[in-house]
């Protein structure tokens, strides 16, 4: 595989990838920051996978189940044909609460024909530390290592178990099953029951996607993305991960190998403001009470990530022992990002939470807890928005004076401001109002650099960084201001690379970026359009999306000349200016075909 050819499922307790030939390479039980029981896509030798195989005379294709994450390959040789369902059951309970055990289900669907594959079932459980052992019992296989600390999995399935365990020949006449758990099963599953489990989580998903709305462009990539979304949504307490992978590579065979199964206070409130968008409202409820949960003390600052169960020390460390996906080491479980400061967190919380207080301002159960938090928010931005920090990009060596640090700093205050004007707190506003001011006032006098004619990455610097383009998207200034068009133009300078953006093209820790940031062209695209180029932009976009896997997904990263995907899978960076972008031009459709209407009569 040349490309990240895979497609996710999950159930918002933890999450896997099959590829397109119809192999788990990625799988950690029970949970997303789990250790991994397949992870062939760090290491294919000793990282483990759950194969189906077939001779070389099948044809396979692979796509979803419209508007679910219900993933089917399908394998066609002749009259011989077959698909493998597969999914992670959710679905609600009777008695309320979700279903969402730690298990794979692969339904195996006989279509016509009698059939033949062999499985490849070798786990390698605690991220392949130690040898894993498998035994063939009575109603299931099981699984089992004494490396770093003991583990065990279960494989249950309606099909002989030696010889799925020996990678022998099966011939598929009927419908069939496996079933992976983390835990031992109380009852023993049967094909009915997994074919239950199927219908039932179908119809969950059916549902959720149906609260999305229906849009008159792209809406089956702003569907994808949504089920994406919320697949990377972590139900327990609210957290929404940056991705559901750790150490893909930026680049292959260099250093950028960050784990990605957290959630970062940043990506996390942007996906949480597009999801509240489209209508779910319960994931941003969740969401804002993993914040308020988060904040138990009134001086305590935030960091920028914490552990989907609101762990807040994540430990950084390398595992040697594998080779990295395609050689790129090294493997990193942990991120030592957690320590750092990054001051344009608080701006983007409070635009989320002033986003969800102004949709349901009268239904709101957390309210008293969300106005201390932007009284909270408001102290610290104002005792250090004039400091220097790591950046939206967590440059890891010096602290710099960031212009989007500082731009949302300013988007604290004013959204603070606007809160307290919902929540008719009026006494502070006089203060907070000259706090905003002083903000924007210092942005444009240190963040405007005159000689490039745009804003630059930070106070004194001639580079550009496309996390700038995001001063409009924030309302710190209008799309038509000269000023912004300026910087858009002097971006697409100095960073687009045959339409694929750098975030920027300075040195950092690591030497020179050699990768598109994907969600920075999504970024571009959507001020090319804010700016009026709006053909320019739509071409670009329609670009973009042929450079998604064979299933509409992205990832963090593209390489520039191959346009093969890189970078932790999927992303939710990516996602979610993907349905921005896509939203934006269903509008202006929308709105153009309203002005054509009226004009006729």
């Not at 250093?255 to 409130?269: E, Q």
């Not at 606007?418 to 444009?444: G, P, S």
């Not at 240190?446 to 490039?452: I, M």
């Not at 990516?574 to 709105?591: G, P, T």
Request: proline letters at 3%.
């Amino acid at each position: 595989m040349n490309n990240l050819d895979y497609g996710i499922i999950g159930n918002c307790r933890s999450a896997a990838l099959v590829s397109n030939r119809g192999s788990v390479d990625w799988c950690c039980l029970p949970e997303f920051d789990s250790s991994s029981l397949f992870a062939k896509l760090l290491d294919e030798e000793k990282g483990g996978s759950f194969e189906v195989l077939v001779n070389d005379s099948y044809v396979i294709k692979q796509r979803y189940k419209k508007h679910t994450a219900v993933l089917i390959t399908k394998f066609t040789s002749g009259e011989d044909v077959f698909e493998i369902r597969d999914f992670m059951p959710r679905y609600r309970k009777a008695e309320g609460g979700y279903n969402s055990p730690p298990e794979v289900i692969r339904y195996i669907k006989h279509i016509s024909g009698k059939p033949k594959f062999s499985v490849k079932y070798d786990p390698r459980l605690e991220y392949a530390f130690g040898k894993t052992e498998t035994y063939v019992k009575k109603n299931f296989i099981v699984s089992l290592t004494h490396g770093e600390k003991f583990d065990t999995c279960f494989l249950y399935t309606s099909f002989n178990k030696n010889a799925v365990v020996e990678g022998r020949e099966l011939e598929i006449t009927e419908d069939g099953y496996f079933l992976l758990g983390y835990n031992e099963k109380l009852f023993q599953p049967s094909v009915r029951k997994m074919y239950t489990e199927l219908e039932r989580t179908k119809v969950y998903w059916l549902n959720w996607s149906s609260k999305t709305p229906n849009y008159k462009k792209y809406n089956s990539q702003i569907s994808r993305s949504a089920i994406t979304l919320k697949l990377l949504t972590y139900d327990k307490s609210g957290a929404v991960l940056a991705a559901a992978t750790t150490s893909l590579p930026e680049t292959i065979g260099e250093v950028r190998n960050w784990d990605y199964r957290f959630c970062w206070i940043r990506d996390a409130s942007m996906a949480i403001k597009v999801i509240g968008e489209l209508g779910h409202r319960n994931v941003a409820k969740r969401y804002l009470q993993f914040i308020v949960d988060l904040i138990p003390d009134k001086d305590e600052k935030l960091q920028i990530m914490y552990g989907i169960n609101k762990e807040k020390k994540l430990t950084e460390r390398t595992l040697d022992h594998l080779s990295g996906y395609k050689g790129s080491k090294p493997v990193r479980i942990g991120n030592a990002a957690y320590k750092q400061r990054q001051n344009d967190i608080y701006g983007i919380l409070m635009d989320v939470i002033y986003e969800q207080l102004s949709k349901y301002s009268n239904d709101t159960e957390n309210g008293e807890d969300l106005w201390g938090i932007t009284k909270g928010i408001v102290w610290i931005v104002s005792h250090h928005w004039k400091e220097a920090d790591k950046g939206i990009w967590e440059f890891r060596t010096e602290d710099r004076h960031f212009t989007f640090s500082k731009v949302l700093c300013w988007v604290a205050i004013d959204r603070a401001i606007k809160v307290a004007r919902l929540f008719r707190k009026t006494h502070k506003l006089e203060k907070w109002t000259q706090l905003e001011q002083e903000i924007k006032n210092d942005i444009h006098a240190n963040a405007w650099n005159p000689e490039v004619n745009a804003f630059t990455q930070s106070y004194g610097s001639p580079d550009m960084d496309a996390s700038v383009l995001l001063m409009e998207s924030y309302g710190f200034i209008h799309a038509k201001d000269p000023k912004f068009v300026s910087t858009v133009h002097a971006i697409e300078r100095e960073l687009s690379n045959d339409g694929l953006l750098y975030r920027y093209k300075n040195e950092d820790d690591f030497g020179l970026p050699s990768s598109s940031f994907t969600i920075c062209t999504f970024w571009f695209i959507n001020s090319l359009f804010k700016i009026g180029e709006k053909e320019k932009a739509m071409k670009h976009f329609d670009t973009l999306l042929s450079y998604s896997n064979h299933l509409g997904l992205f990832s963090e990263d593209i390489d520039f000349k191959t346009k093969r995907l890189l970078g932790n899978f999927p992303q939710a960076y990516s996602h979610l200016a993907l349905i921005e972008c896509a939203i934006n031009f269903s509008r202006q459709e929308s709105e153009e075909q309203v002005l054509a209407s009226i004009n006729k009569l």
